[in-house]
């Protein structure tokens, strides 16, 4: 997960970014998943999630060219469209449950 502090004056711009990504993730071998989660309440940041078959599936990813490309590219956004530094956390799979 991927919590990202994007000033209310660039949301628009944030979100348009994402629905025009480069997509390059979703053809990583292990990939999953991609979800990107807009903040129910003022303050609180967009998420994304990424999902992997497996933690080396997504060092892969972390470390291939094409997550370069792809982040080089999210850099069209100016520095002040963010409100504090994204925190990257990574989890593991306890429990999943679906209906």
Do not use: C, I, K
Not at 70 to 81: D, M, T, V
């Amino acid at each position: 997960m991927n919590r990202l502090f994007v000033n209310p004056e660039f949301h628009a711009a944030f979100e348009e970014n994402f629905r025009h990504r480069a997509g390059a993730v979703d053809g990583m071998p292990g990939f999953v998943r991609n979800q990107v989660l807009r903040p129910a309440q003022e303050g609180q940041p967009y998420v994304v999630v990424t999902t992997w078959e497996s933690r080396e599936h997504f060092e892969g990813w972390v470390n291939s060219d094409a997550f370069r490309q792809g982040h080089a590219r999210s850099g069209s956004l100016p520095r002040e469209a963010f409100s504090a530094p994204s925190s990257l956390e990574t989890f593991e799979v306890l429990l999943d449950t679906q209906g």
